[in-house]
């Protein structure tokens, strides 16, 4: 039986690689997705991404996520410190969450170090560029495999 996670992008990552690369890196929201797909084949996985600037959508795609996936990787982006909505969504599905952030929030504006999805996370990453999925994409694997 092949597992499923879905990984979500919030607001701007859209514009990886061009937007402000020394922060956020040069490569792409597609070298991300490739980087997911890859690792989770790697694992048995198969993967779904979504990225919305749209809160809404995102919360959408989370709450169509139960049942459907086993896991999710979620870069909130700005949403990680206001949004509620995809915390509850999160809450909601029941499923085990990575959360993942490309630069070190916790060395950036003091308004970064709030997360409203930390707590509902099994891990975060943070600061570890594009490498960060890799590594919550491995972590889900292996909460899933040993699971079944």
């Known amino acids: 039986m092949t597992g499923r996670l879905l ?5 701007n990552l859209n514009l990886l690689g061009t937007r402000e690369p020394e922060i956020y890196g040069s490569d ?16 048995g996985l198969e993967v779904q991404t979504v990225q919305s600037n749209h809160e809404g959508e995102l919360v959408d795609a989370i709450q169509a996520a139960r049942g459907n996936a086993d896991g999710i990787v979620i870069n909130p982006a700005a949403y990680t410190h206001t949004s509620v909505a995809i915390a509850d969504a999160l ?12 630069s070190n929030v916790h060395a950036r504006e003091p308004f970064r170090k709030h997360s409203y999805v930390s707590a509902l996370a099994s891990a975060v ?13 491995e972590h889900l694997a292996e ?4 699971r079944r």
């Not at 599905?93 to 959360?99: D, T």
């Open 143 to 146: 909460l899933i495999n040993s």
């Open 7 to 11: 990984i979500v992008h919030g607001p």
């Open 125 to 137: 990453i943070a600061g570890a560029g594009i490498t960060g999925y890799r590594f919550a994409v």
């Open 28 to 43: 792409t929201l597609e070298d991300v997705n490739e980087l997911c797909r890859k690792t989770a084949s790697e694992r």
């Open 91 to 102: 809450a909601a599905v029941g499923l085990p969450i990575v959360e993942v952030h490309l």
